[in-house]
């Protein structure tokens, strides 16, 4: 089976070697997404100090920046926030992090709920609290 991978140029550029997201059959694989913004050095909702460490963060302004980045990965690829069919969560902070969060997914996940999982790990390669995984299918006829 055949893949193409897609590069969104909206979304903030990759801090690796990979893809924005995959496209193999019917289904787009986003690689992590996380709240940076494309071409910005600052994270939004992150306060750093002078060593680079998290001095604090504002979880629902990364949640909605997070969201909009998914939002541009998937329409450059040619998909839909609707086709999203599964959503891995990670969190840096449950405790603290968690009812917001899910006050905020709601709000954007109110008429359309893919499966979703969400886990605490203990940090993120860049000084983020969450990052997303998703899973998005494409229609079975492309013209819908």
Known sequence: MSSTSHHSSRAPEPVGLYPHSRRVGNLLFLSGVGPRERGQKAIPGVTLDEQGNIASYDIATQCHSVFRNVR?????????????????????????????????????FRDHQPCRTTVEISALPTPIAIELKVIAAFDENPGV
């Open 72 to 108: 541009y990965i998937l329409e450059d690829a040619g998909a839909r926030w609707e086709q999203i069919v599964d959503v891995t969560v990670f969190l840096t902070n449950m405790k603290a992090d968690f009812a917001t969060y899910n006050r905020i997914y709601a709000e954007y």
